[in-house]
Every structure is written in structure tokens, then in C-alpha cells.
């Protein structure tokens, strides 16, 4: 299915045509306004029969739209990882409320916890919803390579950051994206009501419709144990070091 997003040029069969004013990937609803009427519309893209300017239908249930930008933001790193750019990371996890993942594109050094930021690298599927775009000057519905592309006009010094090799990394990505492409994404984050830290990787699914995960579990990426063993141990210590009197209590 063709993009759906603000300033598309849609054709309604009473109406003629259109252009949509705003969206909701996460329930189908979009507003749009009409020749010259001041009031925009609110419309059904499931029921509607709500068309594209040149007569494709929108068939918003049959064939959904990702909800969430990590699948897409997936394969772009995929292809920057093979041009040469491999210290290029992606962090993903959910929100408290669990309707919405957060991503973070970083490059630089591999430090989960420290984590590099620039403006227009890191967002929401709160906002991809209503505005499916990654924000640096690219159009909705862009390829792999397009994005990438973008992303290298918008911010050529933060991308040059990721020039690099880092080898381990890039076989751990490319072996999830092979499970997980186009359907699925992965999360660094878990639900810890849920309990500890799962065995394997969580995997979201990037639209309605798609079934349950069935593939192989994925390993999480290379220095992540080992960077929460360490962290564990380091609030051990710290907590141990604060039971200890000092000496003016003794």
C-alpha cells in the first residue's frame, strides 16, 4: 500500500478530491479537507472508501501500514552497516504505557547506557502515527537506501561518527534482521512485571494483523550481559559502601 501521511492527495467518491490534513496509523482515522471548505473532514480509511489520487484504493485492514518506524529504521542501518558504516547502533524500547516503542539511532562508541544524542536521531510511534516520517527531511513510504540518504544530507558529521568497523555487532544485526525483517522489530526493553530479563531478545510486531513471532530466539546484542553483570555488581558495591558507618559514626 501506497503511504498514507499529512499532504497526501486523496479522492473520495462524494467529496472528489482531497488532501489529508492529519492521520492516526493506530486507528485508521484521518482528516482531510476538500476543494475549497474551511472545515476539514474526519474520515475511516477501513470503511470510508477513501481512494488515492490516481484510484488505488486505500485498503488501510487488508494491507496495514506499520504502526512503528523500527522496522524501517532496521533495514536502513543494515545497509549503512554493509556500506562501511558499522558504528551505527539502534535502541529500541517501549513506553510505560506499552502502546508505543521509543527508538534511538547512536553512533559512535558501543555504550548502551551512555548513549550518544542528536537532535532528530531518536523519536516515537506516538508521533510516526500521526506523521509516519523519521524527521530528517525524508518522505514517507522512502526505501532503505532512501532513508539512508536522507539521513546523510540531513546530518553528514553525526553520520560520519558511525564510520567504523565493529564486527561483532554488525553479524548479531544482520542475523536478526534476516529473522525479523519486514514484519517484526526487536526491543531492548521489557515489561519487568513480566519478570527478569527475558533469554532472548523480545520481538514487537510493526503492524495489525501480523501473528505471533514463531521464529528462533535471538540472542541479545554482543556486551549486553556483560554490561548488566556489571552493573548489578556496581550497585552491590555501592549499596554495600553505604551500609558501612562512616567513622565519625562508630
Not at 23 to 38: D, H, M, P, Q, Y
Not at 137 to 143: E, I, K, L, M, V
Not at 163 to 173: I, P, Q, S
Not at 211 to 224: K, R, S
Request: net charge neutral.
Amino acid at each position: 500500500m501506497k503511504p498514507v501521511a499529512p499532504g497526501t492527495v486523496i479522492f473520495h467518491r462524494y467529496r472528489g478530491y482531497g488532501v489529508i490534513t492529519s492521520v492516526n496509523l493506530l486507528t485508521g482515522w484521518i482528516s482531510a479537507r476538500f476543494g475549497s471548505e474551511g472545515r476539514t473532514l474526519d474520515l475511516n480509511l477501513s470503511s470510508d472508501q477513501v481512494q488515492h489520487a490516481d484510484g488505488e484504493p486505500i485498503l488501510f485492514r487488508c494491507a496495514p501500514p506499520d504502526r512503528m518506524p523500527q522496522a524501517r529504521l532496521m533495514a536502513m542501518m543494515r545497509e549503512l552497516h554493509r556500506a562501511g558504516y558499522q558504528r551505527l547502533y539502534l535502541y529500541s524500547w517501549p513506553k510505560p504505557s506499552g502502546l508505543h516503542w521509543r527508538w534511538h539511532l547512536f553512533a559512535g562508541p558501543r555504550n548502551w547506557m551512555q548513549r550518544s544524542w542528536r537532535e532528530g536521531w531518536y523519536g516515537s510511534g506516538a508521533d510516526y502515527n500521526l506523521n509516519p516520517v523519521l524527521g530528517w527531511g525524508d518522505a514517507p513510504g522512502a526505501s532503505a537506501q532512501e532513508l539512508a540518504s536522507a539521513l546523510a544530507r540531513s546530518d553528514p558529521q553525526g553520520l560520519a561518527q558511525a564510520l567504523g568497523r565493529d564486527e561483532d555487532h554488525t553479524l548479531w544485526f544482520d542475523a536478526v534482521c534476516d529473522a525479523l525483517l519486514p514484519d517484526y522489530a526487536f526491543s531492548l526493553g521489557w515489561d519487568h512485571r513480566d519478570g527478569p530479563q527475558p533469554e532472548g531478545l523480545p520481538v514487537i510486531p510493526v503492524r495489525r494483523g501480523v501473528p505471533d513471532y514463531a521464529g528462533p530466539t535471538l540472542p541479545w546484542p554482543p556486551g549486553w550481559a556483560r554490561l548488566w553483570t556489571t552493573a548489578r555488581t556496581d550497585l552491590a558495591v555501592r549499596t554495600v559502601r553505604a551500609d558501612v558507618p562512616s567513622d565519625a559514626n562508630r
